[in-house]
């Protein structure tokens, strides 16, 4: 199957309310284009060189999303552009992308990145950090950033009932800061290999790469 034949294989069967990012890291932009003419809008890229480059070259109505581990020392080349940050998992990068976000006159949307994998190589905030950030007095003044939900990345397993045990206590731990915020509303959760399970466990944004554009 071609890489238009993969999107309307996967929109087929996603339901309304979830959104589709298409994972394009170390994809060319021939292949975006593919994807770009067959209807698909949000690309997800995981190094900030790879995404102001293909910024560059491709449509300007593409949204770009930056879904890899952020360092915050790089934030200032993508300010300007950049649609959707889904991995921010300190405060201090969030105090700086409001700063870069700031001189570019814009407010940019972000996702913080809450650790729901037990390996210790993924990134994360504790859910109990997630809170003392969202609710303290410095985090208020932040006016060029906008935290409009959460992403969290599941054990690279096989075993499927811990990765819905996973993705089940982010949607439970979404539903409750939901509760007393009105800006939460994305939970980034799915990739290639799970995203059918995050969809069954509350997720409405999912990051597909290789079942799109085929293996790295």
Sequence with gaps: MNIAENLQKIKLNLPENVSLVAVSKTKPVSDILDAYNAGQRIFGENKIQEMVEKHHQLPKDIQWHMIGHLQSNKVKYM??????????????????????????????????????????????????????II????YNQLKNINVIGFMGMASFTSDINQITKEFKSLKTFFDHIKSNNSNIKVLSMGMSGDYTTAINEGSNMIRVGSAIFGTR
């Design 79 to 132: 300010a300007h552009f950049v649609d959707l940050i889904h991995g921010v998992d300190s405060f201090k990068t969030l105090k700086e992308i409001n700063k870069q976000a700031k001189k570019h006159n814009r407010i940019i949307n972000c996702l913080l990145q809450v650790k729901i994998a037990t390996e210790e190589t993924k990134f994360g905030l504790i859910q109990k950090e997630v809170e003392e």
């Design 135 to 138: 609710t303290s007095e410095e």
